[in-house]
Structure formats: C-alpha cells, structure tokens
C-alpha cells in the first residue's frame, strides 16, 4: 500500500525529446513552461504540451546558469564572458544587458524582497512605511511617451497616434511592487548584486583560506536580507562556506528600489531617444548629396576667375547662363530629377521637425524629470548618502541634458530654415531649368519669378551654400545641406555664424552670469552633433549610476568563511547541484552538500555564529523491510518548496525521485561544535538513514537520468536523461491535484 502511495506522487505526463543535448532546465514560478539551456548555445522555452514558445540565439560563449525573475516575466541567461541578458517570457526579447566581469558566471538566483514587517528595524523614522516623501510618481505628472511611427505620416495622423497609443514608461520594473534582487556568481569568486535586474550595485569578491581563487556554486539570502550565503570550491577541490553581512542593504531596500525605478526609467528614455535619433537618421534624404558632388564636378571644369556661386547668381539676376551652366542644369540635373529631390527634401525636414517636436522633445522633458528627482533626493545625505548618488555628478548629467536640449531646438531651427530656403531655391531652380531647356510651362502653373523677399533669400542662400569650403582630400566641396550633419557622430562641418539662441545671447549680454557664480548654467555646445551630446549623455548618466556601484562597494562585510572539507574529483561534476542553500524564519542558514556519493552533510549557521552539522543517506529497500543494507547514490538535489526536498536517487539498477521533509533533515543536526575543527568532524561523520523519511516517490523504471528540476509553486519535475537530448515529465503531489489535470 505504501509503495501505491507513492507511485502515485509523481504521474509521469510523458517523455519529450530535443535535437540537442539539455545542460540546464529551470521552472517558471508562475506558468507551465521551462527555460532550457541547450548544448548548441541556445535558450528554449517550452511548454508542457512541449511547443516551443520562443528561443535566445546561441551566443559567442556557452551558457552556464539561469534564473527567473520571482514574477516568471523575466528570464536572467549567464554566459561565460561574464555577460548577463535578460529576455521577456512573452517574446524572448532582450530587455537588458550587462556586462559584470569577464569572469564566467557561475550561478544566479533572483529573490524578491519580503514584506516590510520582516525587515529590520531602521533608525530613522524616515523609513516607516507609510513614508512616501521618495516615492516615484513620475506616471502622475509625466504623460506616456509616443510610438515612433512611420515618418510618411501628416502631422494630423501622428497627433491622432500618439494620443491613443504610447510606449511604457519603463521596460519591465513597471510591474514589480517591491524590489528584487538577481544574484550572480563567477568562477574568479565574486558575487555581483543587480537591484531589480537593472541597476548593478556592487561585486563582491570572496577570499578563501589561503587567500585562493573560489568559483561559487551557490547563493542564497537569508529572508530578512541580513544575511548572504555563499558555496564556494577551489581548483583543489576545497569547499568553503561564506556569509557576508548585507544589514545595509536590508536597511536601504526602499531607497536602492527608489534609484533602481530611477535608472531603469532613464535607461528607457535614453533608449528610446536613440531610436528617435536612429528613425531621423532614416528619414533623412541623402539626394542633396547627390546633388552637391555634382555640382562639386562641376566646379573643377569652371576657370580659375570663376565661382560657382557667381555663375548662380548671374542666372538669377539676368536669367541667362553660360553654355555649359545651361548643359549642366538641363543635362545633368534635369527639370525632372531638381523636382523629384525638391519633393523628397520637403518628405524628408518635416518628417525631421515631427519626431523633434513630437519625440525627441518629450523624452527631454522626461529625462529631466527622473534626473531632478534623483538629484533632489541625492542631498538627502542622512538617508541617500550610503548609496552614494553624488549631487555634483547628477548636476553635471543634467546640464549636458541641457546641452542636449538646446541642440534639439537649434536642430529645429536649422531644419526649418532650410526647409524654407531649399524649398525657394529648387522651386526657382526648377523653372530656370524648363525655360532653359525650352519645355512648356508646368500644370499648375509655377508664379512668375520669386517675390522681392524670396528674392533675397535665395540670393542670401547660394553665398552662403554655395561658397566652397574645402575639404580634405576633396579639394573645394559644397553642402547644401545643413541638416545631415547633425546626426552624425563628430563635429558639425558647416555652422551658421552667428549661431547664437536667445539663451546664449541672455549670456553674452550678463557679464555677471558665469559657471563660477552659477554652476547650474548651461552654454551651447556650438560645433557638436546630436548624436555627439547624445553619446555624452549616455557617458554621464553611466558615470551618475556608477558611483552607486563604487559607494556600495565596502559596506558589504564578509563575516564568516568556513572550510568544510576536501571532495574527491568524482564529484566535481555534480558538486554544484548537489550543494543546496536554504534559510529559515529564524534567521539560521543551512547548507546541504555531498561528502561522497551516497552522503549529504547538513550544516547550519544561526545568528549566533553557532554551527550545527550532520550527515545522512539513504538506504535502499528490500523485499523485507528490516533488510537495508545498500545505500542510494544520490545523484541531484534540489529544494521543491520550505518545506521539502527532491531528489534523484540511484540504487545500481534504476533511478528514483523522491520528497524528502526538511524536519527529517534538521533531526540530524544535533552537533554544536567549533568552526576550527569542523573539517575534521565532518570526515568523521557516520550519518543517519533518513530512507523511512521519504514521503513521496517513484521508479523512473529504465529511465537513466542524470538530472531534475523541480517547481513547488506549479507541483511540477523534469528529469533529463545522461545523454541529455531526452526528459520525461511529472506531475508532484499527483494524487491531489488529479481533479485539476
């Protein structure tokens, strides 16, 4: 009856297969899907039904660890460059990326932060609850972002668009209520720190006995985030224990999720300013181009006492040309080809003027927002000091946020000049060209000849564009355009003189106005580019965020590193899943680990640096109960939910999974014992058999496995075969849930 019982616990849905070989699997939290880590490099995710739902392309290096975000929206991939991605569960898009080290990333673990009434206490009231003096209300008093739409689009559609649909105001914190934390292990013995997935805090490094290099295997945060545990083994095949003590980050959990909403609300802005500014790149017309290094061809056949610019203006005043000007015009640019690029260039400047009207303005705005913000808060030194947001390096972010939005505008302003200009000009050049060339009169008919003011603009427009100006390499060169140059990345080639704005005129009349007297006051950066400033934000903003990083960097205080014993190498390739963390209510660590194949060693640390250690193993059944001579090669371990264990056990003929209670567990710590001989004891250790503990299991018949993966949130296994290309799947807890299935 007993054996029924437990055939029951796990009903097997089936066996599935893969082209390529399985090195790691992890459950959602919340869904019926796995993320698997194929031998090939790539990420699958799959469901139950075994569709495959998305896949992350395999990457320059191979794949070493996974985890999902506590809500199951979010998948962390770790590679061995020391690169971290994170994707959505819904497209297997990439949301972020980081690069933490060049050290491969050993192991991750990504846990959300506990209720407030389990946390410490704080010393200061301003931390209470109820408190919200730095909470983010930019949803409030922002309005949402518009969708970067077509640029063919009239300016009465955009409005129309941009009203009913807008992008998020983040990439994915939006979602969360309380702060997360993505842990991540590299094989050089850091543990590097990411609030929320986005705003990576510090990298702390372990040292060892013996001042050796330690690869972590495994991490785990005590529930009120005093207290981080950490595994660790050396190329000597030493294990060692960490704790570190992270009070402070206990302490400051509503304040680095404050910053952390902060930089991820910036990091989206910043990215969509990059999209607009890529969009604009696009919609820029490059026909005038064309058109100047005609005319650049042109140039050289004219004689030395001739300029381009006089022949123009010739033709302008008296309306005839030169035989070969004639030629040129009506040969080369042709009345058809000068109203093809006049039309383009007129798509394309408005185009331009939308998305900085409609885009790239209101992103400023938003900057501007989460940046004040953050320095507001930033002088806040009782509170925000530790984390160490610097006021003086958010003024400085702010005022090249400044220089930014005053390009803007001045990019504006030359986009609508020289619409106007070059729209006169090709509308002027268009008719010289059909009477030069003899051709009827356009339908509808073109106006008589420019308007005295237009007159004067065009003239104003060829000395100024068609001055040559010369160019390396090039010899004399022409631009009439003015606007291309903006969205490059180096200096502005062409600038109008005077360039001068309001603002800079308020300047130069102030004498009294300098940076020394007002530090918050932001000049013009006259020959830099929008991509140029654009890039200088991103610098600035990564130097703001990175001072977090560098503050942080010596608060976290290793308190305890333990050695536990020396392993055999034929443990080496199990030994990280084999090793389990785990914590409790009370505060206490516990740490499971192998000490061959059929034992597991049991250690807890309590607050008060007390240590507890067991062991125990499994003994096999026979036909008569009383008759348990051989023990289970244990051969994974993992924990389901608080209060049991799974594991995959092997008895030389078939393997097993089965539940193990953590109360049989703790029965086996009894030994109080001191840290400088715990080595020594642990090798000493007979262990206890816990086989009558097992509360489910079943035979996994011909099955060879080599590893399983639990969820106790979703009751679900998945046990992947040596070979890896095969996996069957269970149902746990089957006998309960068979209504629901």
């Not at 704080?122 to 209470?128: C, E, G, P, Q």
């Not at 209520?177 to 929320?196: K, P, Q, R």
């Not at 680095?256 to 919609?283: C, E």
């Not at 392993?567 to 516990?590: A, I, Q």
């Amino acid at each position: 009856m007993e054996e029924e019982e437990q055939d029951l616990s796990y009903k097997l849905r089936g066996e599935k297969s893969l082209p390529s070989a399985i090195l790691l699997s992890k459950w959602s939290p919340r869904m019926d899907v796995i993320a698997l880590a194929l031998e090939d490099g790539s990420v699958v995710l799959q469901r139950l039904s075994w569709d495959s739902v998305w896949s992350v392309d395999p990457g320059d290096t191979p794949v070493n660890a996974l985890s999902w975000r506590p809500d199951g929206k979010v998948l962390a991939i770790g590679y061995s460059d020391g690169v971290l991605i994170e994707v959505s569960i819904e497209k297997g898009e990439m949301l972020q990326k980081l690069k933490l080290g060049s050290s491969k990333i050993t192991v991750l673990t990504w846990i959300e932060a506990p209720p407030p009434a389990t946390m410490p206490p704080s010393s200061s009231v301003l931390l209470n609850k109820s408190n919200t003096s730095y909470k983010d209300n930019s949803v409030r008093f922002l309005p949402p972002l518009p969708l970067i739409e077509n640029d063919e689009m009239s300016d009465d559609e955009e409005d129309n668009v941009t009203h009913k649909e807008s992008v998020p105001s983040s990439k994915y914190i939006s979602h969360l209520s309380s702060m997360t934390l993505l842990l991540a292990g590299d094989e050089c013995g850091h543990i590097h720190i990411v609030i929320d997935g986005v705003l990576h805090i510090t990298s702390l490094s372990l040292l060892s006995e013996g001042m050796t290099v330690s690869s972590i295997i495994s991490l785990k945060m005590s529930h009120n985030f005093c207290t981080l545990a950490a595994v660790s083994c050396n190329e000597n095949n030493t294990l060692f224990y960490n704790l570190v003590d992270t009070s402070l980050l206990a302490n400051k959990v509503n304040e680095l999720h404050f910053v952390a909403v902060k930089y991820n609300h910036v990091l989206s802005v910043m990215a969509y300013v990059g999209d607009v500014i890529r969009a604009m790149t696009d919609a820029w017309e490059d026909g005038l181009l064309t058109v100047d290094k005609k005319m650049e061809r042109y140039a050289k056949t004219l004689p030395s006492c001739l300029q381009l610019m006089d022949e123009y203006i010739i033709l302008l005043a008296c309306g005839q040309a030169r035989a070969e000007l004639k030629s040129f015009l009506v040969d080369e640019l042709t009345a058809k080809g000068v109203k093809k690029i006049g039309l383009s260039i007129e798509m394309s400047y408005k185009s331009l003027r939308r998305y900085t009207i409609n885009h790239l303005n209101k992103a400023i705005e938003a900057l501007n927002f989460h940046l004040h913000d953050l320095f507001g808060v930033s002088g806040w030194d009782n509170v925000f000091g530790c984390i160490g947001l610097s006021t003086e390096t958010l003024q400085g972010c702010m005022q090249v946020l400044g220089s930014f939005a005053l390009k803007a505008q001045e990019f504006l302003y030359v986009t609508d000049e020289s619409l106007q200009n070059l729209k006169i000009f090709f509308i002027w050049l268009y008719t010289i060209i059909i009477k030069l060339a003899g051709e009827p009169a356009p339908t509808p008919p073109i106006e008589e000849g420019p308007t005295p003011e237009e007159l004067q603009m065009i003239i104003d427009f060829l000395r100024k564009r068609l001055k040559p100006v010369h160019s390396e390499g090039h010899g004399q060169a022409f631009s009439l355009d003015l606007v291309g140059q903006y969205l490059l990345s180096k200096n502005l080639s062409v600038v109008e003189e005077p360039s001068q704005t309001i603002w800079d005129k308020i300047l130069s009349d102030t004498a009294s106005l300098t940076r020394e007297v007002a530090p918050w006051l932001i000049k013009s950066q006259t020959n830099k580019s929008i991509m140029q400033l654009y890039q200088s934000l991103q610098s600035s903003v990564n130097k703001a965020f990175n001072s977090t990083k560098e503050a942080m960097q010596s608060l976290f205080v290793q308190k305890t590193s333990l050695k536990l014993f020396d392993y055999n190498s034929n443990l080496s390739s199990r030994m990280k899943s084999l090793v389990t963390l785990y914590s409790n209510d009370t505060g206490s660590s516990s740490c499971l680990f192998p000490i061959n194949e059929h034992q597991i060693a049991t250690l807890e640390h309590d607050q008060d640096s007390e240590v507890k250690y067991g062991s125990f193993f499994v003994q096999c059944t026979s036909e008569n109960e009383e008759e348990r001579t051989e023990k289970y090669h244990i051969y994974d371990m993992s924990v389901y939910n608080g209060d049991t264990l799974s594991l995959l056990l092997y008895n030389g003929a078939s393997y097993m999974v089965a539940q193990l209670p953590m109360a049989a567990v703790s029965t086996v710590t009894l030994n109080l014992i001191g840290c400088e001989v715990l080595q020594d004891s642990i090798q000493m250790l007979s262990g206890v058999d816990i086989g009558r503990e097992l509360a489910q299991g079943t035979s996994l018949g011909r099955f060879q496995a080599k590893s399983l993966e639990v969820s106790g949130s979703r009751k679900l296994a998945a046990v992947v075969s040596i070979g890896g290309r095969r996996v069957q799947l269970f149902d746990v807890d089957a006998e309960q849930d068979d209504e629901d299935i």
